[in-house]
């Protein structure tokens, strides 16, 4: 019963940790800017989070990150973000909280599905799949629910050269370059964080 008791403390603790990292990282990322968009650095702890304790608290860690990011959008701290909130409130709530939730919890499907067999291998693709789910969900949702918004900033060129060069680009390859230059340190904390879980 203690064992019990003390397990589900330590993971309250642990993931308590995790959602304090993911809110300071994104509260700090969002003054690194290219472009009109913010650089999300929150996925690399995103991603330990959820391999560490699972899918759900990797949903729960990319809801923390989307909650941000919607506060960000409300208060104008995130410029393009203002933008589709005071066009459309709600889709921009849904979107900002979707996308977040489903990068940490594919995120963690992949890494419980891959990491039986190959932790390394489970973990580099967790690493990847976080920025293109978080990417790939926003670049449709503009395409198909903000698609007058991004015409407006596509200005005379191709919506779809506006969507994965300007919106996505250089952000995007950022975010998953630094996902992939630490999927290293990720396998360590991972490993170490697991074997306190066990102790």
Do not use: H
């Amino acid at each position: 019963m203690q064992n019990v008791t003390t397990s589900k403390i330590t993971r309250m603790v642990g993931m308590a940790i995790f959602i304090a990292i993911v809110v300071v990282l994104q509260i700090v990322g969002g003054a690194v800017r290219i472009g009109t968009f913010s650089i999300t650095l929150v996925l690399v702890p995103i991603v330990i989070g959820t391999a560490v304790y699972g899918p759900l608290a990797g949903a729960v860690l990319g809801g923390a990150f989307g909650v941000v990011v919607l506060i960000n959008c409300v208060t104008g701290a995130d410029p393009g973000g203002n933008v589709l909130w005071l066009a459309n409130p709600a889709l921009t709530a849904i979107l900002c909280l979707l996308k977040g939730i489903l990068a940490g919890f594919v995120a963690g499907l992949i890494y419980l599905a891959v990491s039986k067999k190959n932790v390394y291998i489970g973990v580099i693709l967790a690493a990847l799949a976080c920025p293109i789910v978080n990417t790939g969900i926003f670049i449709a949702a503009m395409a198909f629910l903000f698609r007058d918004t991004l015409t407006a900033w596509a200005g005379n060129t191709s919506i779809l050269y506006y969507s994965f060069i300007g919106l996505a680009g250089v952000n995007f390859l950022i975010e998953l370059g630094v996902n992939i230059v630490l999927c290293p340190i990720i396998i360590r904390i991972i490993n170490a964080a697991k074997n306190l879980k066990s102790s």
